[in-house]
């Protein structure tokens, strides 16, 4: 009975982790990271609008880590825009933190799909080795939460920290400047956030399997390696 209870919990977990790795491979590839109003300040500033007036100058975008659109308006009409990062953007933006949260991505999509593979083997063989064991599944549960972790770290220091949006907005655009309004997290960052939660939880599925955390050494042991002093 033991033996199937652990095998439910670690197709559980596999299962989990494959869906997570999906997931983040879709979120990598749609623009729908982050939603941002920005304001034409210098047309809202011209004709000193306020209040309902400054629906006139507002504009929009969407954008993920590859491309993006949005709208421009600037009291003259809609104009709708189009923009890839590479190579249109690499001026305006921080290239070496937008480099690291692709690769950081790409590493948890991959650490992903091996912990999926640990958690099916652990489930349906044998395992023989201490990587293919509960050290193994803690460990690739552990860094792939951490590469999770960085990845959103990284993303909302590049958004806030260095006005992404903003940049973005007022790229090669000489006569107005904008200014952001307000920016919102979207279903891909979201997507991250919950693959980073299920190796969480992994974590806890494996402790529920009956397996120890890492370093953490049971009563029994202790009392085999004390008896074990006596004897010599």
Sequence with gaps: MLNQQKKIIFCMAGVL??????????????PLWIK????????????????EELTKFMGEMQYGLFHGEGIRQCGLGARPFR???FPDLLQAIP????????????ILVVLTMVGTAFFMYNAFGKPFETLHGPLGLYLVSFISGSCGCLVMILFASEVKIHRLSENIANFKEGTYAYKTQNENYTTSFWVVFICFFVHFLNGLLIRLAGFQFPFAKSKD??????ASDLMY
Excluded: D, R
């Excluded at 982790?17 to 749609?30: K, Q």
């Excluded at 933190?97 to 690769?103: E, P, T, V």
């Design 17 to 30: 982790s494959f869906l997570c790795a999906l997931g983040v491979v879709t979120a990598v590839g749609t």
């Design 36 to 51: 941002a109003t920005i304001l034409c300040k210098t047309g809202a500033l011209l004709v000193n609008a306020s209040g």
């Design 83 to 85: 923009f890839s990062f």
């Design 95 to 106: 290239v070496s933190i937008h480099i690291n949260i692709i690769l950081f991505s790409m």
């Design 221 to 226: 042991t202790e009392t085999t390696n004390v």
